[in-house]
Every structure is written in structure tokens, then in C-alpha cells.
């Protein structure tokens, strides 16, 4: 399969690589906040898209949680549009998450994407 045919992939090319390198992001001023989660996003150089998922033990003490909430936000922006829009974008969560609320968490997570998508786009 040719690699344009991967619309919906995850590429190495949409992560970020090096140590430290979600830093310039997480003090970037723009984010957009929900109520379980919050994603930093800045202008990707190059303008190729990067995603960066960091959660912390305090907020998901179970790591099967932390890998099952990974899993989730990866495959949300594997299949948005802010994915293909040049933003690096970096989601952690805001407090102590229970694995219960993870639909919502879904939601909440494919809305903000939704709305740093907006506010990136030209206006019309």
C-alpha cells in the first residue's frame, strides 16, 4: 500500500522523538481546557502535526489506564482533521481521572480537537 493511501495513519512522522522536545509546547500559550483534560498546542515547524501524550502516575495511578487512555487519544487524532492542520498539540489530563468517565473523556478530547482545528483554520 503506497503511503498516501494511510490517511488515517499515525506515522512516525506525527510523534515527537527527542527528550524534552513537548516543552516548547507546554509553554506555548494557546490550549484549549475541558473539564478532564487539557491540549497545549503550538505551530508545528514544518508544518507537519505532532502529538504528545503526558500523563502522570498521580493522575492514573494504574499504568494499564495510562496505556488504555494513550491508546485512546492516539487513535482520536489518527482519525481528526487537526491531524493534517500543523500543530503540535500535547494532551495531559487535569486532575485524579477515574477509568469510568472514559467515553467522556472521548468526547471531551475529540471536541477539543475539534475546536483548536477552528481556531487554526482561515477565516472565511
Given at each position: 500500500?503506497p503511503?498516501?493511501?494511510?490517511?488515517?495513519?499515525?506515522?512516525?512522522?506525527?510523534?515527537?522523538?527527542?527528550?524534552?522536545s513537548f516543552?516548547?509546547?507546554?509553554?506555548?500559550?494557546?490550549?484549549?481546557?475541558?473539564?478532564?483534560?487539557?491540549?497545549?498546542?503550538?505551530?508545528?515547524?514544518?508544518?507537519?502535526?505532532?502529538?504528545?501524550?503526558?500523563?502522570?502516575?498521580?493522575?492514573?495511578?494504574?499504568?494499564?489506564?495510562?496505556?488504555r487512555?494513550?491508546?485512546?487519544?492516539?487513535?482520536?487524532?489518527?482519525?481528526?482533521?487537526?491531524?493534517?492542520?500543523?500543530?503540535?498539540?500535547?494532551?495531559?489530563?487535569?486532575?485524579?481521572f477515574?477509568?469510568?468517565?472514559?467515553?467522556?473523556?472521548?468526547?471531551?478530547?475529540?471536541?477539543?480537537?475539534?475546536?483548536?482545528?477552528?481556531?487554526s483554520?482561515?477565516?472565511?
Open positions: 500500500m503511503r498516501s493511501a494511510r490517511t488515517e495513519g499515525y506515522s512516525w512522522r506525527h510523534r515527537f522523538h527527542a527528550r524534552g516543552g516548547p509546547v507546554l509553554r506555548a500559550p494557546r490550549k484549549a481546557r475541558g473539564r478532564f483534560a487539557v491540549i497545549h498546542a503550538s505551530a508545528a515547524p514544518g508544518g507537519i502535526s505532532r502529538l504528545g501524550i503526558a500523563l502522570t502516575r498521580r493522575t492514573l495511578p494504574n499504568a494499564t489506564d495510562r496505556n487512555v494513550r491508546r485512546l487519544v492516539r487513535e482520536i487524532y489518527r482519525r481528526h482533521v487537526v491531524k493534517h492542520s500543523g500543530l503540535d498539540c500535547v494532551v495531559t489530563l487535569r486532575d485524579a477515574r477509568p469510568t468517565d472514559m467515553q467522556a473523556l472521548k468526547d471531551e478530547v475529540a471536541a477539543l480537537f475539534e475546536q483548536l482545528r477552528a481556531e483554520s482561515p477565516a472565511r
